[in-house]
């Protein structure tokens, strides 16, 4: 039996910009081991796996990059329910509601494009070990204004958007540290958006993310509190690059962008 398989760009509204996802809609349960060999296969950041729960509108929903699965993902989230009202399995106008590893999420189509209902991921300590600061230091060639951690990632701010831009951060000696992935951020120099941000998993295969929506997890309590605002547009200077609209709700946190979809196909 073959399965769909879709391949969406999002944080974005134009194709081969964003951050792709691949999106598998399952009718019954798949092995993990299956469904990480599809992930490798796809060899992008995320690969989505859903299944419909109940004759409503939830879905259990994991996420794999190509080597392991991960605990939370936004982009591939956001594709998830774009490819579920694309192509009919939810009405337009219902919420997408997702059993996962962070608990229930949601998903519900906005003015701004579709918004996500995440939990807040702020920082809960700054990163005190000088074993830790050091290879900070030695793998990002930027000063360092702040640096701190959350249960999934560590959080570094530079000073200018001109160094996260430009950084060229040595992905092997990030490697080893004991988090998900490694966020890059200042505020924006611009008008247009309050902050930047970068993204490197090389722990989960991924060097680069090209938007990472739920980094935006730690990133829109983290510049809430420096910046005074709930409501935050945030961009991502990856070379793809992409937008990401955060607004902090007391624990939880709105990511809102828009998706489009690249190429649909079949496994066999």
Avoid at 196 to 213: I, L, M, N, Q, T
């Amino acid at each position: 039996m073959s399965i769909r398989l879709t391949q969406v760009d999002a944080f974005t509204d134009r194709r081969f910009s964003g951050n792709p996802a691949a999106v598998c809609v399952l009718t019954e349960p798949a092995e993990d081991r299956w469904m990480q060999d599809v992930a490798a296969e796809m060899n992008l950041s995320e690969t989505a796996f859903a299944r419909r729960l109940d004759a409503g509108s939830t879905f259990n929903l994991r996420w794999f990059t190509p080597n392991s699965e991960v605990d939370l993902c936004g982009h591939a989230t956001l594709a998830t329910a774009h490819v579920l009202w694309e192509d009919g399995h939810l009405p337009a106008e219902r919420a997408a509601r997702f059993e996962t590893r962070s608990g229930l999420l949601t998903a519900r189509r906005g003015p701004d494009g579709i918004e996500l209902d995440f939990p807040c991921e702020p920082i809960a300590a700054a990163v005190a070990s000088p074993e830790e600061l050091a290879t900070l230091r030695a793998a990002i060639p930027a000063p360092i204004r702040f640096a701190g951690r959350n249960r999934l990632d560590l959080l570094v701010e530079l000073e200018t958007e001109e160094e996260v831009r430009g950084l060229r951060p040595d992905i092997r000696r990030l490697e080893p540290l004991p988090v998900r992935g490694i966020i890059v951020t200042s505020r924006a120099a611009g008008r247009d958006y309050d902050f930047v941000s970068r993204f490197f998993a090389p722990r989960v295969g991924v060097d680069e993310d090209p938007v990472c929506g739920s980094a935006h997890c730690c990133l829109g309590p983290y510049w809430r509190e420096k910046l005074g605002r709930s409501e935050l547009t945030a961009h991502q200077v990856s070379r793809r690059g992409g937008v990401v609209k955060v607004r902090v709700q007391g624990s939880r946190v709105a990511l809102i962008g828009r998706a489009v979809t690249v190429l649909r196909g079949e496994l066999v």
